[in-house]
């Protein structure tokens, strides 16, 4: 065997009780696990004592935003420090591919908050297929620093066949969005994504996005939508996608699922009960979550989604007329827009986490309504101010969540783990850097919300058993030794409010295919990662 790890604690991805072993890789996969007693020791031409430690399979990340990350940065650390070995790409309904000359700019621009302008990536690729070959010819060919598996952005689906209009697709439009989704299915997604708040994707009613999962479905995948509202209509929202997904006969995973804003304060039993329900008649359903009460997104998609219509350059004209920037406000300010998900904006919970603009650095750290009160004027002034100087690219956090709720969904059977971590900004939200290191410190070891076993299965084997994959999820023989050694005493989120990109403590070894990306602490220079393709029913 080319390594075996010596007196390691298997927690080996089921949820039941962790057992010590040596666990033998060979090829990149995971070719004998001995038990302690179980007759003679395995050797190998390298062994690695992992007395002390917890021997995993590794982090999956249901929810990235590494789009363009994995493309421009070799090193990677946000993620592979913290064990994660797979990313989700092309969430919330807005990503790269598939795309035309025109839609690439669109989108470029929409969600520089999210990935940067992208001024740095060489866009040489306009399909799905065509994303995945990149990542996996990235750097010279070497790859990417982890493995990522694709969504189909719904949303950028839908600018390319419909374009910003706020109407309902014609038959030759939906036609052509049937086509885009068959053929990123067949290229390799494993599903589709929505951003039932961002523009344009929102502007599609549930027949449009009804026919659209009858095509995911009949190629294996599964539908990830951000629904309508996490606020004031949340469980109509949930119900809306539960229902609809049911109608397609399309499995269903909801994005971030959480219950924010102050209008859902102690209402995660409610979901819940919905979401037991529909799994008690059928229904296939699984969600992630990140272990924080803040949220993160851009400024501008808190917009009402009249705003929004026609593009960028349609907002900007809009928030430059006093009289439409007025209306805007009243929706902000009074009705509750729904891009604020239902409820009146409170500028005091918006923190700006990042400028594109180097000049508006001064706001970053600070909320809406503190900058306004420095400067002597209405959070609407400067929050204006700001989306028209940054040209949309302004990202914040949003200060509406609760903790109860955050950990009585984090406890359910179909929970998974994922980071919605943006790695834009002077001041990203510390989920980016510390999700999974944070789960099993703070809520698995100091709290005790999830035991040690049932946490590491949250993060492995169920977000494996969604994407379909055969072979990973699990510490067991003939699996790729995607593998994560962490000490369960230390191991905690390095990152904070105040220092978000701080890495984790206590994970001293992550290796991807059997070689090592993190060894003794520090990042190597594999690059391992590869595009995870889905094949149908199964995906290797």
């Known amino acids: 065997m080319d390594l075996v790890i010596r007196d390691a604690r298997v927690v080996d991805g089921t949820g039941g009780p962790s057992y010590r072993a040596d666990v033998g890789i060979t090829d990149g996969r995971?070719?004998?696990?001995?038990?302690e007693g179980d007759g003679p020791r395995p050797s190998a031409a390298r062994t690695l004592d992992a007395d002390g430690l917890a021997l995993s399979p590794g982090f999956v990340d249901m929810h990235a935003h590494s789009d363009l990350a994995l493309l421009r940065d070799p090193d990677h650390s946000a993620k592979a420090a913290q064990g994660v070995t797979l990313e989700v790409l092309g969430q919330d309904g807005l990503s790269y591919a598939p795309a035309d000359d025109r839609t690439l700019a669109e989108v470029r621009r929409t969600i520089a908050g999210w990935n940067g302008d992208g001024g740095d990536i060489d866009f040489d690729w306009?399909?799905?297929?065509?994303?995945?070959?990149?990542?996996?010819?990235?750097?010279?060919?070497?790859g990417i620093a982890v493995n990522a598996a694709y969504l189909i952005p719904q949303g950028t689906v839908r600018m390319l066949a419909v374009g910003w209009d706020d109407r309902p697709a014609t038959g030759a439009e939906l036609?052509?969005?049937?086509?885009?989704?068959a053929q990123g299915m067949a290229e390799?997604?494993?599903?589709?994504?929505?951003?039932?708040?961002?523009t344009p994707g929102m502007y599609a009613d549930d027949a449009e996005l009804t026919e659209l999962c009858r095509v995911v479905a009949a190629h294996?995948?599964?539908y990830c939508p951000h629904h309508r509202s996490y606020g004031a209509g949340a469980l109509a929202a949930y119900e809306e996608m539960v229902r609809l997904t049911r109608r397609a006969g399309c499995a269903l995973h909801l994005a971030h699922a959480t219950m924010n804003f102050g209008v859902n304060e102690g209402k995660a039993p409610e979901l819940l009960t919905l979401l037991d329900e529909a799994l008690a008649a059928g229904a296939d359903i699984s969600l992630d979550t990140y272990p924080y009460t803040p949220g993160c997104t851009t400024l501008v998609a808190v917009l009402p989604s009249w705003a929004g219509e026609g593009g960028p350059e349609s907002v900007l004209a809009r928030l430059a007329d006093e009289v439409t920037a007025e209306r805007i406000r009243h929706h902000l300010e009074v009705v509750g827009s729904d891009g604020c998900h239902g409820v009146p904006i409170e500028w005091d919970t918006i923190e700006i986490s990042g400028a594109g603009s180097p000049e508006l650095a001064g706001y970053?750290?600070?909320?809406?309504?503190?900058?306004?009160?420095?400067r002597g004027e209405e959070p609407w002034t400067t929050a204006r101010r700001l989306l028209v100087e940054d040209r949309l690219g302004t990202t914040i956090l949003q200060h509406v969540g609760h903790e109860e709720n955050v950990r009585q969904i984090m406890r359910h059977r179909v929970h998974t783990g994922g980071s919605d971590g943006i790695l834009q900004g002077d001041k990203p939200h510390p989920r980016a850097y510390g999700t999974f290191p944070h789960y099993l410190g703070h809520y698995a070891r100091e709290l005790g919300i999830l035991s040690l076993e049932e946490c590491v299965a949250h993060?492995?084997?169920?977000?494996a058993a969604r994407l379909r994959l055969a072979d990973r999820g699990y510490v067991r023989e003939g699996y790729r030794a995607d593998l994560v050694l962490f000490d369960p005493d230390t191991v905690a989120a390095g990152s904070t409010f105040d220092e978000p990109r701080t890495l984790p403590v206590g994970i001293p070894h992550v290796l991807i295919d059997g070689r090592f990306v993190v060894q003794d602490g520090r990042r190597t220079s594999e690059l391992a990662g590869r595009a995870v393709r889905g094949t149908g029913p199964t995906a290797v």
């Open 30 to 35: 995971i070719t004998e696990i001995r038990r």
């Open 126 to 142: 306009r399909t799905v297929g065509g994303y995945l070959d990149r990542l996996d010819r990235n750097f010279g060919g070497q």
């Open 175 to 181: 036609d052509r969005m049937r086509g885009l989704v």
């Open 188 to 198: 390799g997604a494993v599903g589709m994504s929505s951003g039932l708040t961002y």
């Open 220 to 222: 294996g995948g599964y």
């Open 364 to 374: 970053v750290g600070r909320t809406v309504a503190e900058s306004a009160r420095l």
């Open 459 to 463: 993060l492995t084997s169920r977000p």
